[in-house]
T-cell receptor
Framework: RKEVEQDPGPFNVPEGATVAFNCTYS??????FFWYRQDCRKEPKLLMS???SGNEDGRFTAQLNRASQYISLLIRDSKLSDSATYLC????????????FGTGTRLQVTL | EPEVTQTPSHQVTQMGQEVILRCVPI?????FYWYRQILGQKVEFLVS????????KSEIFDDQFSVERPDGSNFTLKIRSTKLEDSAMYFC????????????FGDGTRLSIL
């Protein structure tokens, strides 16, 4: 089983649509969870941290279910500028803990 | 907003040559990382560095690789004898505290081995 698993997509949605991405992780000891965004051939950029209580940042809502080892990201009112690859990322334990990345889910928002 | 900077943006090297990739982490950060991304694949962890020593390294980070923080601001990745399969984007990242904090990435060095 992959450490972090995501549907690679692509998800093609019209502007204004709501789209949801899911991710599962295999290590139950994982400590922290993030969604990063990556544009083509660019660096990963932090989109948001993910908490068990769920958290929202504008049009973006993230949710963590530790029991199911499942993370989600919901994007409302999609914009053309949301087109990117969304990376599900988890950390382990310990000092200077590495990030483990999923392969990413590609989103294409169209007119 | 402070950022992680990497140089060069693109490095082309003959197979077997040594290459040094440079990074300047965010100034008050204490934890430093190198990752790589082969074209079309996921981002992979190479090494983490804290308190002037390696904290963790992956299977990829073999004897051909080394890291150094020579002067308190730069953080370098050296590949001693490059192979074709080392061709990838190399990202440096830093964070100000340990595992629960997000890491901030530089814009990467594209390494092309001929």
């Amino acid at each position: 089983r992959k450490e972090v698993e995501q549907d690679p997509g692509p998800f093609n949605v019209p502007e204004g649509a709501t789209v949801a991405f899911n991710c599962t992780y295999s290590n139950s000891a994982s400590q922290s969870f993030f969604w990063y965004r990556q544009d083509c051939r660019k660096e990963p950029k932090l989109l948001m941290s993910v908490y068990s209580s769920g958290n929202e940042d504008g049009r973006f809502t993230a949710q963590l279910n530790r029991a199911s080892q499942y993370i989600s990201l919901l994007i409302r009112d999609s914009k053309l500028s949301d087109s990117a690859t969304y990376l599900c990322v988890v950390t382990g334990t310990g000092t200077a803990s590495k990030l483990t990345f999923g392969t990413g889910t590609r989103l294409q928002v169209t007119l | 907003e402070p950022e992680v900077t990497q140089t060069p943006s693109h490095q082309v090297t003959q197979m077997g040559q040594e290459v040094i990739l440079r990074c300047v982490p965010i100034s008050n950060h204490l934890y430093f990382y190198w990752y790589r991304q082969i074209l079309g694949q996921k981002v992979e962890f190479l090494v983490s560095f804290y308190n002037n020593e390696i904290s963790e390294k992956s299977e990829i980070f073999d004897d051909q690789f080394s890291v150094e923080r020579p002067d308190g601001s730069n953080f370098t990745l050296k590949i001693r004898s490059t192979k074709l399969e080392d061709s990838a984007m190399y990202f440096c990242a830093s964070s100000d505290r340990s595992s629960n904090q997000p890491q901030h990435f530089g814009d990467g060095t594209r390494l092309s081995i001929l």
